[in-house]
């Protein structure tokens, strides 16, 4: 497809997207499918693959939503980026061909709303103020990273070690690729399980307290309930090492409370929304929202760790690099 | 010829039946509302059989470092049989893959541990039933599958656990996985190759107990198909649950310790002022 196609295609997208997502909601037909015990049906395969950004332009100040118009002209620039980058040889193509890992973003089914920001507050749609503990946390990162991130694989980051991906969360995060979720439910529970990099959160619904029976752990310890037809989430008990989604060196720290909201709105959509409470990271809590898409299955197993061979040429080719720079100081 | 077909229908259910009837006798097995057994919750064996599938005397284990806590725990074979029924040339690369073993068990790596490994790891797993399928979720490296209960199809691709398709037969869950990645069945270096195809079946004992068989059928390396058997423990406490047991972490030293900086220069004939480690 050429570029003036891959444009007019996804534009189509957008607009159809968009009226049929305003056509649904005024829907009074659609009923609620529901599992074989009556619970609202989360089950199935979403994406939450999508263009709008976590923070918001800053020029944008409180400007929650863009026009169509303006949604259609920001989507065509991030096309021709994605379609420079695509095109071997230009300046842009400087990582790899990106169809051939199903990475180009316009080969994904892209979640589409008007949107200027994921997080809606503080009304700004950007973070708010960081406490100065957590500045002083992110400079020390800032400068171990700058003196010691070539030192070992212990010094890597978390997700280059596979260990976890920012965007598991919770609260989960769209990612550039591979932003496939399988939701699944019992009676008792529901799994979350995170494509990347296969991390399945189990979620216990007996509506406990998420501190009881916890250990702190990567991904928090979540428990659930049901209010209403919407799937209430309440998550504490993080191991102080998972980043921050979107903000790497500011960890979730064990003070976390994250409350997620999960309510399917039509066949097609649940929508997702969220609240982060850390008072030694954050001056005030912040929130955001954005829709999964339904999309076919199956989702295929993500094998990070087995097939790290990032991580052995990266600290591979910076040995290399001292070794030789020591060799021409010998000379 | 309608007696003889009698008969045959007769021997075909009771074969169906009978390890269930067997295993099964006077027990109460939970059940869903669809009448198939709820073998919902946190499952783990307790046996040694991921030191070794065979017969194993307790032994000085890789790490002598490790003092007593590395040795090898003594168990009887879990095989139908006593021995792996191996081609002459496989049983060369099982002896190799024991030499081998601190570096290159793929547990020692925090590889997922494939099936049937997965099943007698020495921690948890944990199985959920949904309206369409089943899902086991292990906690050894976060490693999961889910069981296919309809959309039956063939492995789409190779993978670490494996594609698994499911049914129920009476009371069993019988489980055809494939498409599985080459892989180690245990810390003696018993392996399989991706050729391999294994036949799982989870019979309820009762509330807390199943019996777990697996057959391995791998032309690559055995010269028959052969099976494991072994019962399946029901973690009663009120709290169970699953941890996370993120283990790259923790194999990064055997991975990837030549290519720490000191390390790497050292080996190149540059040691680094104040390295002291010989």
Known sequence: ?331 | MGGKMQNKKLAVFLLMWLPVAVLGQGASVKRLANGVPDIQGVWQVMNTANWNLEDHIAEQGAVESLGAIGAVLPGSSVVTGKTIPYLPESLAQREANFAGRRLEDPEAKCFMPGIPRATYLPQPFQIFQTDSDIFMAYQFAGAVRNIYMSDHMEAPIDSWMGWSNGHWEGDSLVVEVAGLNPNWLDRAGNFYTSTAKITERFTPLGANHMQYEATIDDPEVFARAWTISMPLYRHVEDNARLFEFKCPEFAEEIMYNHLKRENYLRDAGFPVDGDSDE
Not at chain 1, 78 to 102: C, M, P, S
Not at chain 1, 222 to 249: A, C, I
Request: include cysteine; charged fraction near 20%.
């Open chain 1, 1 to 331: 497809m050429n570029k003036c196609m891959q444009v007019s295609f996804w534009l189509a997208g957008v607009g159809a997207l968009s009226l049929s997502a305003l056509v649904v909601a005024q829907d009074d037909t659609w009923e609620m499918p529901r599992t074989s015990w009556g619970a609202p049906l989360l089950q199935g395969y979403w994406t939450n693959s999508t263009f709008v950004p976590l923070e918001r332009p800053e020029a944008l100040g409180t400007q929650q939503f863009y026009s169509l118009e303006e949604m259609a002209e920001n989507i065509r620039v991030k096309i021709e980026e994605n379609y420079d980058e695509n095109l071997t040889g230009t300046a842009a193509d400087v990582h790899y061909q990106f169809d051939d890992y199903g990475m180009n973003r316009t080969e994904d089914n892209i979640t589409q709303n008007l949107r200027t920001s994921i997080i809606y507050d503080p009304p700004n749609g950007r973070y708010p103020a960081l406490t100065d503990q957590a500045k002083a946390n992110l400079q020390a990162y800032t400068e171990f990273r700058r003196d010691h991130q070539w030192d070992s694989a212990k010094t890597r980051s978390l997700s280059e070690r596979c260990l976890i991906w920012d965007q598991e969360g919770p609260p989960i995060m769209p990612l550039g690729y591979n932003s496939t979720h399988r939701f699944m439910q019992t009676e008792n529970y529901v799994i979350l399980l995170h494509e990347m990099i296969h991390d399945a959160r189990i979620i216990p619904l007996d509506g406990g307290d998420p501190a009881e029976n916890s250990l702190p752990q990567w991904l928090g310890n979540s428990r659930g309930h049901w209010e209403g037809d919407t799937l209430v989430v309440e998550t504490t008990g993080y191991s102080g090492r998972t980043n921050t989604p979107g903000l790497r060196g500011v960890p979730m720290s064990s003070q976390a409370h994250v409350v997620e909201r999960f309510t399917r709105v039509d066949d097609s959509t649940i929508e997702y929304d969220f609240t982060v409470t850390d008072p030694t990271v954050w001056e005030e809590p912040w929130s955001g929202t954005y829709p999964f898409n339904s999309i076919e299955g199956p989702m295929f197993e993500y094998a990070c760790h087995e097939g790290n061979y990032g991580i052995v040429n990266i600290l591979s080719g910076v040995r290399l690099e001292e070794l030789e720079a020591l060799k021409a100081a010998r000379q």
